[in-house]
C-alpha cells in the first residue's frame, strides 16, 4: 500500500520560512518523480515544483520565483519543499504527489500516480 504523508505545515507570520516533509512507502522511491502542489480554498489545485527521480532536474511553477526549493533524500524515501518569504496568499493545503510528469510538464496532474493527504500551511499578516 502505497502512502505519502506530509509534514511541516502549520502557521508562519509573513516573511517567515517553513520545511514541508513528505515521506513515502510502499513504492520504490527512486522510480518516481516527486511533485508539490497546493490548493487554497475556492481555488483550483496549483502546481509549485517538481523533482526528478535521480534530483538531478527540478522545475517550478512560474509564480514560486524562487522562493521555494524542491530536494529529495533517496536514503529516507523523502522528498522536502523550503518555502521563504512566505505571504499571506501561500495560505492553502499542500500536497505532494508521487509520478511520471514528463520534464517539459511538471504540473500536469494526470501524470501523478499518488497524492499525500496533504498539510495545511498559514501565512498571518
Avoid: H
Wanted: glycine share 12%; proline share 3%; with cysteine.
Amino acid at each position: 500500500q502505497v502512502q505519502l504523508v506530509e509534514s511541516g505545515g502549520g502557521l508562519v507570520q509573513a516573511g517567515g520560512s517553513l520545511r514541508l516533509s513528505c515521506a513515502a512507502s510502499g513504492l520504490t522511491f527512486s522510480n518516481y518523480a516527486m511533485g508539490w502542489f497546493r490548493q487554497a480554498p475556492g481555488k483550483e489545485r496549483e502546481f509549485l515544483a517538481r523533482i526528478s527521480r535521480t534530483g538531478a532536474v527540478t522545475r517550478y511553477g512560474n509564480f514560486v520565483m524562487g522562493r521555494f526549493t524542491i530536494s529529495r533524500d533517496g536514503a529516507k524515501n523523502t522528498v522536502y519543499l523550503e518555502m521563504n518569504s512566505l505571504k499571506p496568499e501561500d495560505t492553502a493545503v499542500y500536497y505532494c504527489a508521487a509520478g511520471r510528469p514528463t520534464s517539459d510538464n511538471p504540473g500536469s496532474t494526470d501524470k501523478y500516480d499518488y497524492w499525500g493527504q496533504g498539510t495545511q500551511v498559514t501565512v498571518s499578516s
